[in-house]
Every structure is written in C-alpha cells, then in structure tokens.
C-alpha cells in the first residue's frame, strides 16, 4: 500500500517516519526549501534513545502527485486544512483519508467530504521538528485512531507500523476522542504558550498549578461527563510524563506562526457556551494567546 502524508510539520515528519520503515511513503510539502532537504537528505528521525533513523522517501510539492490506491494521512494544521478541502474532494471517492489534527473543529468539516472512508486520529506521542527533514521523538505515547466512515479493515492495516516506540489504539467513538484531546490540549498548551515555559514547569510552581487546577474545576463544571476519564491527578502525570516537552502550541508561537488555539481553545470555548457554561480563566487564556499572536 501507499501511504501519503500531506503536511510536514512534526508530527507528519514523525508519522512518515515509522511508516515508511514498513511503507512506500510519500511526503507533500509546501516549501521549495523543505522538498530539497527531504529530497537530498531523506527523512531523518532522532529516537529517544539517542539514536538516529534516516530514510530515503519520495517527497513532493503537488497534490495532484498523489498515487491512487493511495492511504491519504492529512497532518497539516487546521487553519491550512480550508484551502485543502477542495483538492481532497477530488480524490477517488475510494480513497481513505486519515486526519490528525488538534481540536474538534475539524471534526464535521472532514465528513462533508465525499470519501466513503475517513478516519481520525489523535497523537498523544511527543514530535519536535528540528530543520526541514530532522523530526525529534520527545515522548512515547498511542496513536490513536477512530473510523467514523467507512472501512475499519483499510485502517486497520497502520498496526503494521505499530511498536513499542508507536503504540496504536483503535477506539470507538471518534468525536469523543478529538474532544477528550482538546480538552487535554486546553490544560497545557495556553498556559505554556503565555508563560513560555516547558510542560513540567505547570506543576512546579504553584501558581501555574493553581491555574491548571481552576481550568480544570471549569472543564469539569462545563462537562461533567468528562469526570469518569480523567481526574486532575491524571492531568498533573500527563505535565510530568511529558515535562521536558515544548508544546505545539508555544512551538507555534516561536516560530511565528499561527496557533491552533481557536481550533482546540475556541472550540471548547463555544461548545461549553452551548450549555451555558463560562470558562473565564480559559477565556482569558485564549485571548492572551490571540494577543501574543498579533505580536508575532
């Protein structure tokens, strides 16, 4: 099977990475700069082991390059995605696309897609991009993947990849899932991005840690339901498991570029509006991360 992977940003770059140990991969990029790099220098993965996986893999800057019979794995970020559904659309109806963005906004955009088979992924490992073809691999955590349409078999076929670096977990209910990410995503990702501080610092200071916990007494007030899957204990491990880690969202916001925060902040955001609930230390959260963002 082919396997294409449009986006390469870190966690495309990781993904391609492991799939082309057991794939023919190919990579869509955006950038003259980074099809050379990948081009010349292949794709290159440093393990947490402090080992380095380098692999040559087709690289390409047209959509229109696609294989068919082609698994099509979409790891762009979302405000990319608006301009990237029209091209989709005109894929082979049979054509099986994955997608592995943060957020929830995403969710009901995708399955407007004529495909008859789609997916949803959500990424719980670490991913750094160090240049245009150098990932690294900052935690070891699943794949998750969640069939919303279609076939579950043609997906099921990335176990193959699976090992203990990149353990893969196929759940249920796919809206559940993105929303329990986003909700995870909302604990670390706008209070490492205003404070500029790696994820452990969260639970070291206890100020920061008494922000975490007021998010999380309103997440739980907004969604009580969400009370049976994580407890703030679990949040605080997560802080710890993944303490040296930088991220995506302060990644973004060193680099200069967009955030995802009106996808996963935004979002969760509205959806609690919909219950009437208020969320006023994540509400000032969101817009200090808009107000950095203007700054860049």
């Not at 990579?27 to 402090?50: A, F, M, P, S």
């Not at 245009?132 to 990849?161: C, M, N, Y």
């Not at 920061?208 to 969604?223: C, D, K």
Request: hydrophobic share 40%; aromatic share 6%; net charge negative.
């Amino acid at each position: 099977m082919n396997i294409v992977v449009i986006g390469a940003g870190s966690v495309g770059m990781l993904m391609a990475s492991f799939l082309a140990e057991r794939y023919d991969v190919t990579v869509v990029v955006r950038r003259e700069e980074q099809y050379q790099g990948i081009h010349t220098n292949g794709l290159c993965r440093k393990n947490i082991d402090g080992s380095t996986s380098q692999r040559k893999i087709s690289v390409t800057t047209e959509l229109k390059a696609i294989p068919s019979h082609s698994l099509v794995i979409v790891s762009v970020k979302y405000a990319q995605l608006q301009s990237l559904y029209t091209e989709l659309a005109k894929l082979s109806y049979e054509t099986p696309i994955l997608f592995v963005q943060n957020g929830i906004a995403h969710f009901e955009e995708a399955l407007a897609l004529p495909q008859q088979h789609i997916a949803f992924g959500s990424c719980q490992f670490g991913a750094q991009k160090e240049n245009d073809w150098t990932v690294i691999h900052r935690g070891i955590g699943p794949l998750k993947l969640a069939v919303e349409r279609g076939s579950q078999e043609i997906f099921q076929s990335l176990k193959k990849v699976e090992s203990n670096l990149l353990p893969l977990e196929f759940v249920e209910d796919a809206e559940s899932m993105l929303f329990e990410k986003a909700l995870l995503n909302c604990f670390i990702n706008p209070l490492t991005a205003v404070l500029k501080v790696k994820n452990g610092e969260l639970v070291t200071n206890r100020h920061t840690l008494t922000l975490l916990e007021n998010i999380y007494e309103e997440l739980m007030e907004a969604f009580p339901e969400e009370k049976e899957r994580f407890t703030f204990e679990q949040v605080v491990r997560l802080c710890e498991k993944t303490a040296a880690n930088t991220s995506s969202m302060l990644q973004d916001i060193q680099a200069g570029r967009k955030t995802e925060v009106e996808s996963i902040v935004g979002a969760v955001i509205r959806k609690a509006k919909t219950k009437g609930k208020d969320l006023p230390t994540l509400k000032t959260l969101y817009q200090l991360v808009l107000a950095i963002e203007g700054e860049s």
